[in-house]
Structures are given as structure tokens and as C-alpha cells.
């Protein structure tokens, strides 16, 4: 399973993007789904999650900002990403978990929120 990860870049804060991650393989629709990032000096921390049913959870700093989302035809998995903040800066990384079985992890992509 490879997951590649899209959509990062400079933003300008109270921007937007939207990353998208485009699985190969065929686990997608069996997996959780998640967004995770890495600041630099911090520990990887969990964005947002959505399951196979498409219940979200979210981290409270991105609650109301952020919204995650999964296309299973398309093997891809998204995340909306409004009124960004410098504090959003960080690497982005997508990741697909079946809990007890499998858990692959994506490269990341650069979100910068500076002006």
C-alpha cells in the first residue's frame, strides 16, 4: 500500500487549502483514515480521523476549521483546511489503519501559514 499525500504550500494566515491523499491498493475502504502532522520540535500529532462509516473526530484546534473526508471509489481521502493559522505549520502526514492488522503511513507534505 503507498499513500501520497498533495495540496501543501504556502498560505498566507486566514487562508485556505485542501490536501488530498491518493491510496493504492486495495485496503482503502477497509481502513480508518487520518491526518496527522509534525511541527518542527514537536511530536506527530492527530489531526483529524474518519472511519470506514465516516464518523470524524477531530484535534480542538482544528475543530470548526478543518474538515476531513473520504471518496472510497476514488481511494482518496481529503482534508479542507479554512482560516489557517501560523500555528498550523507543520508536515502533513495521511495515514490508513486497520486496528490489530495494518497501519501505513504516507510522506508528508509542507503546509507553511506565514505572511
Known amino acids: 500500500v503507498q499513500l501520497q499525500a498533495s495540496g501543501g504550500g504556502l498560505v498566507q494566515p486566514g487562508g485556505s487549502l485542501r490536501l488530498s491523499c491518493a491510496a493504492s491498493?486495495?485496503?482503502?475502504?477497509?481502513?480508518?483514515m487520518g491526518w496527522y502532522r509534525q511541527a518542527p520540535g514537536k511530536e506527530r500529532e492527530l489531526v483529524a480521523r474518519?472511519?470506514?462509516?465516516?464518523?470524524?473526530n477531530y484535534a480542538d484546534s482544528v475543530k470548526g476549521r478543518f474538515t476531513i473526508s473520504r471518496d472510497n471509489a476514488k481511494s482518496t481521502l481529503y482534508l479542507q483546511m479554512n482560516t489557517l493559522v501560523p500555528a498550523d505549520t507543520a508536515v502533513y502526514y495521511c495515514?490508513?489503519?486497520?486496528?490489530?492488522?495494518?497501519?501505513?503511513w504516507g510522506k508528508g507534505t509542507q503546509v507553511t501559514v506565514s505572511s
Open positions: 474518519i472511519t470506514t462509516l465516516s464518523t470524524t
Open positions: 491498493g486495495s485496503i482503502f475502504g477497509m481502513s480508518v
Open positions: 495515514n490508513a489503519w486497520r486496528p490489530g492488522l495494518t497501519n501505513y
